[in-house]
């Protein structure tokens, strides 16, 4: 019998996963505008659609992501899936998703409100589709499961994600708050069941705060207690879509003997759509603002829209003295159950001046800080997760520069590899080797004016002859003289003649102490054609300047000035 043939020494190779794109086209480099593509094969799935306010623009319209990307990468998307709904990630969705015609997932709260967008835009509501948290959907490459998590809105989902093989978990916006108003604290098991995930695509605008959130419910006792020491009438702003602040104040008012009415479009409309889905089933009747004069002061509390000092806000009607059916006397108090957006500082201290002429008593979040709490999580809880999920990647996304560095260090430190921090534009690749940039798509800034998507011009584009384009971003923070700069300026020169950086700078931050101004829109108008002048004098071709503003929290200060 002959000898048997030796058995070859064959090296199997394991197979390579295609790669996973991601495409971020807001909400990377700023808070605001969330929306981000998903890619795997032919397949795409776009996630959340939202819009920003441009605070440095006069009029501060409403900007949304750039349309022509999709173009450019011969992406439409096969579903549109919905986190939650704020308006920084639903804000865009009358605007770009005409375009695409897919199916909108969206849970209760969310597809609500899309579908009273949709028909003051005269859009057919056929397309979004109830999701109820903890189910989910598919499209042909991905299947997407929502994970009811808590955050500022009820109903707010983060994202398990699966596509060829890989494991994405997109938190959305999330924090852990033990002890919520409204629904149910965040489920630890249903997170550990996940573990381990490839990637993390997470939520960083309080990467860079140390320890926990405040629960709602201490807000809730909080508001109670202040509420109880008041003396006349109260008036407490808050943000309309805060639907857990917004049931905590009126449950705090039952509890004090006062009767509640409610000031401002945006806060009938929600507190309406809250009562539809049964989230307010104990919410006290409400009165009547023309009705409020009937009553005996110290039985009186309004909810107002207004917080962050918008001029035709109810509070700042208030604060003016031209509200038809209601006048703050001496001796009310205004309670600020929000945190200010950084931006916002200057307007709302000419609010504050304009309701201290009424000798009212002002309660805010510097007076009383437990009279709020953020809907994102700070690091303790940004720890937790990850102890929970084991991702191997982090791509930090939901912030500025000065957010997904703090949120990328953290996760270094344990030993999650993060050597990536995404901008709007930048097509990703990842596969087994992990996260790389592929391509760069520049970003035009489209603003929604007049009813229409319109680019945003430049100031001096008409008066002088221009070579290129040069995008420059600024971070900001208000100080009680004006203005100051924060970080490293985000610049894009690959369409214009270099500069020097440092001493541009040198020079911004001259300017700045210069210019005396209230608002982001004011210091655009000044400081945009002081920058022409500058680049006239110190490059060889002058560009067209695209001239971004953004503001911050004045609390990264000490460790952010260069």
């Not at 695409?100 to 969310?110: D, F, K, M, N, S």
């Not at 708050?177 to 960083?204: C, K, M, T, Y």
């Not at 003997?257 to 989230?279: C, K």
């Given at each position: 019998?002959?000898?048997?043939?030796?058995?070859?020494?064959?090296?199997?190779?394991?197979?390579?996963?295609?790669?996973?794109?991601?495409?971020?086209?807001g909400g990377c480099g700023e808070v605001g505008m969330n929306l981000t593509l998903?890619?795997?094969?032919?397949?795409?799935?776009?996630?959340?659609?939202?819009?920003?306010?441009?605070?440095?623009?006069?009029?501060?319209?409403?900007?949304?992501?750039?349309?022509?990307?999709?173009?450019?990468?011969?992406?439409?998307?096969?579903?549109?899936?919905?986190?939650?709904?704020?308006?920084?990630?639903?804000?865009?969705?009358?605007?770009?998703?005409?375009?695409?015609?897919?199916?909108?997932?969206?849970?209760?709260?969310?597809?609500?409100?899309?579908?009273?967008?949709?028909?003051?835009?005269?859009?057919?509501?056929?397309?979004?589709?109830?999701?109820?948290?903890?189910?989910?959907?598919?499209?042909?490459?991905?299947?997407?499961?929502?994970?009811?998590?808590?955050?500022?809105?009820?109903?707010?989902?983060?994202?398990?994600?699966?596509?060829?093989?890989?494991?994405?978990?997109?938190?959305?916006?999330?924090?852990?708050?033990?002890?919520?108003?409204?629904?149910?604290?965040?489920?630890?098991?249903?997170?550990?069941?996940?573990?381990?995930?490839?990637?993390?695509?997470?939520?960083?605008?309080?990467?860079?705060?140390?320890?926990?959130?405040?629960?709602?419910?201490?807000?809730?006792?909080?508001?109670?207690?202040?509420?109880?020491?008041?003396?006349?009438?109260?008036?407490?702003?808050?943000?309309?879509?805060?639907?857990?602040?917004?049931?905590?104040?009126?449950?705090?008012?039952?509890?004090?003997?006062?009767?509640?009415?409610?000031?401002?479009?945006?806060?009938?409309?929600?507190?309406?759509?809250?009562?539809?889905?049964?989230?307010?089933?104990?919410?006290?009747?409400?009165?009547?603002?023309?009705?409020?004069?009937?009553?005996p002061a110290d039985e009186v509390l309004v909810i107002a829209t207004g917080s962050?000092?918008?001029?035709?806000?109810?509070?700042?009607?208030?604060?003016?003295?031209?509200?038809?059916?209601?006048?703050?006397?001496?001796?009310?108090?205004?309670?600020?159950?929000?945190?200010?957006?950084?931006?916002?500082?200057?307007?709302?201290?000419?609010?504050?001046?304009?309701?201290?002429?009424?000798?009212?008593?002002?309660?805010?979040?510097?007076?009383?800080?437990?009279?709020?709490?953020?809907?994102?999580?700070?690091?303790?809880?940004?720890?937790?997760?990850?102890?929970?999920?084991?991702?191997?990647?982090?791509?930090?996304?939901?912030?500025?520069?000065?957010?997904?560095?703090?949120?990328?260090?953290?996760?270094?430190?344990?030993?999650?590899?993060?050597?990536?921090?995404?901008?709007?534009?930048?097509?990703?690749?990842?596969d087994d080797s992990g996260l790389r940039l592929e391509q760069r798509f520049p970003?035009?800034?489209?603003?929604?004016?007049?009813?229409?998507?319109?680019?945003?011009?430049?100031?001096?584009?008409?008066?002088?002859?221009?070579?290129?384009?040069?995008?420059?971003?600024?971070?900001?923070?208000?100080?009680?003289?004006?203005?100051?700069?924060?970080?490293?300026?985000?610049?894009?020169?690959?369409?214009?003649?270099?500069?020097?950086?440092?001493?541009?700078?040198?020079?911004?931050?001259?300017?700045?102490?210069?210019?005396?101004?209230?608002?982001?829109?004011?210091?655009?108008?000044?400081?945009?054609?002081?920058?022409?002048?500058?680049?006239?004098?110190?490059?060889?071709?002058?560009?067209?300047?695209?001239?971004?503003?953004?503001?911050?929290?004045?609390?990264?200060?000490?460790?952010?000035?260069?």
């Amino acid at each position: 019998m002959p000898d048997a043939m030796p058995t070859p020494k064959v090296q199997i190779r394991r197979r390579r996963r295609p790669p996973l794109r991601i495409l971020p086209l807001g909400g990377c480099g700023e808070v605001g505008m969330n929306l981000t593509l998903y890619g795997y094969l032919d397949s795409w799935i776009a996630v959340d659609c939202g819009m920003l306010i441009r605070q440095d623009l006069d009029g501060n319209p409403l900007q949304v992501p750039d349309p022509q990307a999709f173009k450019a990468c011969n992406i439409t998307p096969e579903a549109l899936i919905i986190t939650h709904g704020h308006e920084d990630h639903i804000g865009a969705v009358v605007w770009l998703w005409p375009n695409w015609g897919c199916p909108i997932y969206a849970t209760p709260l969310a597809a609500e409100m899309l579908r009273t967008r949709f028909a003051e835009h005269g859009l057919a509501t056929a397309s979004i589709k109830v999701i109820e948290p903890g189910e989910a959907c598919s499209s042909d490459a991905f299947n997407v499961r929502f994970l009811p998590v808590t955050h500022s809105i009820p109903e707010s989902c983060a994202l398990i994600m699966e596509a060829g093989g890989h494991r994405i978990l997109h938190t959305g916006d999330w924090k852990i708050d033990p002890d919520p108003v409204i629904g149910a604290p965040v489920d630890e098991q249903l997170f550990r069941s996940l573990a381990p995930v490839d990637l993390v695509v997470g939520d960083s605008t309080n990467a860079n705060i140390l320890g926990r959130s405040h629960s709602e419910r201490q807000v809730a006792r909080a508001l109670t207690e202040t509420i109880g020491k008041c003396s006349g009438r109260v008036v407490v702003s808050c943000f309309a879509s805060n639907l857990a602040r917004v049931l905590s104040i009126a449950r705090a008012a039952a509890s004090c003997n006062r009767r509640v009415s409610l000031l401002g479009r945006s806060m009938e409309r929600m507190v309406a759509i809250a009562r539809q889905l049964d989230y307010f089933d104990d919410f006290p009747a409400l009165v009547p603002a023309s009705d409020l004069g009937y009553l005996p002061a110290d039985e009186v509390l309004v909810i107002a829209t207004g917080s962050q000092g918008e001029p035709r806000a109810a509070l700042s009607r208030l604060a003016q003295g031209r509200h038809p059916h209601f006048e703050l006397t001496t001796g009310d108090s205004v309670i600020f159950s929000a945190k200010a957006i950084p931006g916002n500082e200057h307007l709302i201290e000419r609010l504050k001046r304009g309701l201290k002429r009424f000798e009212v008593n002002i309660l805010d979040e510097f007076s009383h800080p437990q009279l709020h709490a953020s809907g994102h999580p700070a690091q303790e809880e940004l720890e937790s997760l990850y102890h929970w999920v084991k991702p191997a990647h982090l791509l930090p996304v939901h912030g500025e520069p000065v957010h997904q560095t703090a949120h990328a260090d953290l996760a270094r430190g344990m030993g999650i590899t993060a050597n990536l921090l995404p901008s709007n534009g930048d097509m990703i690749h990842f596969d087994d080797s992990g996260l790389r940039l592929e391509q760069r798509f520049p970003q035009q800034v489209r603003l929604v004016q007049r009813n229409a998507l319109s680019p945003v011009k430049s100031d001096t584009q008409a008066r002088i002859s221009r070579h290129g384009t040069l995008f420059i971003a600024i971070t900001l923070a208000a100080t009680t003289t004006g203005w100051t700069r924060i970080g490293r300026l985000l610049l894009d020169t690959s369409e214009s003649s270099p500069l020097d950086e440092d001493s541009f700078c040198d020079w911004l931050d001259e300017q700045l102490d210069d210019i005396a101004t209230d608002t982001l829109a004011g210091l655009r108008r000044l400081l945009h054609p002081r920058i022409g002048s500058w680049l006239s004098d110190h490059v060889q071709h002058t560009p067209d300047i695209q001239l971004q503003l953004m503001a911050t929290e004045t609390e990264y200060l000490v460790d952010s000035v260069p």
